[in-house]
C-alpha cells in the first residue's frame, strides 16, 4: 500500500530506519534487564509488543479513514483486516509464550495490544485530515519492525531447533503464515 505512494527508494529507508531503530530498542532493553542479572523473558517478545502495537494502531487509522470514505469500504476493510488479525494474535500469543511469559500474561498483553487498534480507529476518525499522509510512512515503519523480529529473533530460534520433527512443524507454520499474509491481499 505505501509502496504506491512513495517512491521505492524512500520507502526501504523507511524501513531500513525501523530496522535499526528496533534493533536499538531491543539492545536498550536487553542491556536494561540482563546488565546484572539474567532474565527470563527474552527481549523479542517486548519487541514484539511494540510492533504489534504500532501495526494495530495503524490497522485503526486505516479503519478509520476507509470508513470516512465509504461504509460499505470501511467493513470490507474491517473484514479484511480481522481476517489477518486473526491468525497474528495467535502468532503473537505463540511468540509471547516463546519468549517467557506466562500464559495468562500473554493473553493479558495480547489483548491489550489488540486494543490498540481501537485507540488508532479514534485518533483516525479525530484527525483524518492531518493523518492521511501519515499514514503511508507507518506501514513501512510497521513492516521494518516486524522484519527485524523475524530476523534477529524467530529464524535463529527456529534454526537452532534440533528435533526434526518440530523443526518440520515450525517450518510448515512458517508458509502457512506467508501463505495467509499473500491471500489475505486478495481480500482487502
Same mark, same amino acid.
Given at each position: 500500500e505505501a509502496?504506491?505512494?512513495?517512491?521505492i527508494?524512500k520507502l526501504?529507508y523507511i524501513?531500513?530506519? $525501523?530496522f535499526?531503530? @528496533?534493533?536499538?530498542?531491543e539492545?536498550?532493553?536487553?542491556?536494561h534487564?540482563?546488565?546484572t542479572?539474567?532474565?527470563?523473558?527474552h527481549?523479542?517478545?517486548y519487541?514484539n *509488543? +511494540?510492533g504489534?502495537?504500532?501495526?494495530? @494502531?495503524?490497522d !485503526?487509522l486505516?479503519?478509520?479513514?476507509? @470508513?470516512?470514505?465509504? +461504509?460499505r469500504l !470501511? *467493513?470490507?476493510t474491517?473484514?479484511?483486516?480481522a &481476517?489477518?488479525?486473526?491468525?497474528?494474535k495467535i502468532?503473537d500469543?505463540?511468540?509471547?509464550?516463546?519468549?517467557?511469559f506466562?500464559?495468562?500474561k500473554?493473553?493479558? *498483553?495480547?489483548i491489550?495490544?489488540?486494543l490498540?487498534i481501537?485507540?488508532g480507529?479514534?485518533?483516525?476518525y479525530f484527525l483524518?485530515?492531518? *493523518? &492521511? !499522509?501519515?499514514?503511508?510512512y507507518?506501514l513501512?515503519?510497521?513492516?521494518?519492525?516486524?522484519l527485524?523480529i523475524s530476523?534477529?529473533d524467530?529464524?535463529?530460534?527456529?534454526?537452532?531447533e534440533?528435533?526434526?520433527?518440530?523443526s518440520? +512443524? $515450525? @517450518?510448515?507454520f512458517?508458509l502457512?503464515g506467508?501463505?495467509?499474509m499473500?491471500?489475505?491481499?486478495?481480500?482487502?
Amino acid at each position: 500500500e505505501a509502496a504506491e505512494k512513495l517512491e521505492i527508494t524512500k520507502l526501504l529507508y523507511i524501513v531500513l530506519f $525501523s530496522f535499526i531503530l @528496533f534493533f536499538f530498542i531491543e539492545k536498550i532493553i536487553h542491556w536494561h534487564h540482563h546488565h546484572t542479572a539474567e532474565c527470563e523473558i527474552h527481549t523479542f517478545g517486548y519487541i514484539n *509488543i +511494540v510492533g504489534s502495537s504500532i501495526h494495530n @494502531f495503524i490497522d !485503526g487509522l486505516i479503519i478509520a479513514a476507509t @470508513f470516512l470514505v465509504d +461504509v460499505r469500504l !470501511g *467493513i470490507t476493510t474491517s473484514v479484511a483486516i480481522a &481476517s489477518h488479525e486473526i491468525p497474528q494474535k495467535i502468532g503473537d500469543f505463540c511468540i509471547f509464550l516463546y519468549a517467557g511469559f506466562e500464559k495468562r500474561k500473554a493473553i493479558i *498483553i495480547n489483548i491489550l495490544v489488540a486494543l490498540t487498534i481501537v485507540i488508532g480507529g479514534v485518533l483516525g476518525y479525530f484527525l483524518s485530515q492531518s *493523518i &492521511s !499522509g501519515l499514514i503511508t510512512y507507518l506501514l513501512p515503519f510497521a513492516a521494518g519492525g516486524f522484519l527485524y523480529i523475524s530476523t534477529s529473533d524467530l529464524i535463529p530460534e527456529i534454526k537452532k531447533e534440533k528435533d526434526l520433527k518440530k523443526s518440520l +512443524v $515450525s @517450518f510448515v507454520f512458517f508458509l502457512i503464515g506467508i501463505t495467509i499474509m499473500y491471500l489475505a491481499k486478495f481480500i482487502e
